[in-house]
């Protein structure tokens, strides 16, 4: 696997099965719980779904990202299915297929020929075939080509539906230990030092969950720049996610960074994982000096809301003590 360029990102694609039997891909928007009526009250087995007719379409097929047991059972239904597959690479797509017994033909699709390839894929789309995009593992778009075709595709109202999966991204996120309610994907960092401190610090107030993809020979200086930049904050790294030698080590960046540093660069692949800034909670006397300054020009709840929002505290705490710092009783 490598990391991409021009055609990577996120881009959206709504999807949709249709109860006759028919892998449906749609135009229209669905809800995100599983469709039961779709599916039947129990799953339907790979044979059944092999068999059901693909419609027309584009099918963004997400692939294990090591365990070839994650496969899902629509994945290989769909990739049996279409008319062609098109992968980054043939000799790594050519495996996986060959373990499960499919013999769809592939075709190739990556950075360096997309601009060449994507008019076909379009052209076939129009007569109305049927077109699986993998990549060489996890979920296509996600740090990996695709792009562009489905930019393509949405802009000539033609289908398209996505077969979910495997991500590292998101394997790596509810591994790590830290919160998951809101996260931020940032993808690969630069490579060069001063372009990835600059990214950095560029992420560096978000007050979420952070989850990068980096090379393991990068890992250590990366997490050094983390730190660094970012502040000690609690981390992960995942590293071969699924397979035989899975890791995930939690800690500090300033721990991560001198464990690899001194470890030298880990085997395999690895997800980065970092917290949220964490909310230093300010010393009594500075709680009372900036609720002062909120009294002075605020009512009581406004300055108690002022400095609940500036630093974090309840804001429930905040009002009493406000309340009694104008002299008045709770
Ligand atoms: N599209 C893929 C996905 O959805 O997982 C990601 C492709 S990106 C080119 C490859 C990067 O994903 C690796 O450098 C690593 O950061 C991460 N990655 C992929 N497989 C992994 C695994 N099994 N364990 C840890 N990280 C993995």
């Not at 020929?113 to 778009?141: F, K």
Request: aromatic residues 4%; neutral net charge; proline residues 7%.
């Amino acid at each position: 696997m490598k990391q991409t360029g021009r055609d990577t990102g996120a881009a959206r694609a709504t999807s949709e099965r249709e109860g006759s039997g028919r892998l449906e891909p749609s135009r229209r928007a669905t809800g995100s719980k599983p469709d039961d009526a779709a599916l039947g009250a129990t799953p339907p087995p790979a044979e059944a779904l092999a068999q059901a007719e693909l419609a027309p379409g584009l099918y963004l097929v997400a692939t294990p990202i090591g365990n070839l047991g994650d496969v899902t059972l629509r994945a290989l239904a769909v990739l049996r299915g279409v008319d062609r597959i098109f992968c980054e690479d043939t000799r790594i797509t050519a495996r996986l297929l060959a373990r499960f017994g499919v013999a769809t033909p592939l075709g190739l699709y990556h950075d360096h020929n997309a601009e060449q390839v994507r008019p076909a894929v379009l052209a076939a789309l129009r007569r109305g075939e049927r077109i699986a995009l993998v990549s060489d593992a996890g979920t296509p778009l996600v740090s990996d080509p695709g792009y562009k075709l489905v930019q393509a595709v949405i802009a000539e109202n033609l289908p398209v539906t996505v077969v979910p999966g495997p991500s590292a991204a998101l394997a790596a996120l509810v591994l790590s230990g830290l919160p998951p309610d809101a996260f931020l994907f940032a993808g690969f960092l630069p490579p060069r030092q001063a372009r990835r401190r600059r990214a950095l610090e560029g992420w560096s107030s978000l007050s979420a969950t952070m989850i990068f993809f980096e090379s393991a020979a990068r890992l250590a200086g990366s997490l050094a720049d983390m730190a660094d930049v970012l502040g000690d904050r609690p981390a992960a790294v995942a590293r071969e996610l699924t397979k035989l030698h899975e890791e995930i080590r939690r800690g500090r960046l300033v721990d991560l960074a001198a464990h690899y540093r001194g470890a030298g660069a880990p085997r395999g692949e690895v997800v980065i994982v970092v917290g949220a800034p964490e909310q230093s909670t300010p010393d009594d006397a500075e709680v009372g000096a900036r609720l002062r300054t909120a009294l002075a020009e605020l009512g009581v709840s406004a300055a108690a809301a002022r400095v609940a929002a500036e630093t974090g505290l309840p804001r429930s705490e905040l009002y009493r003590r406000a309340l009694a710092l104008r002299g008045e009783e709770p």
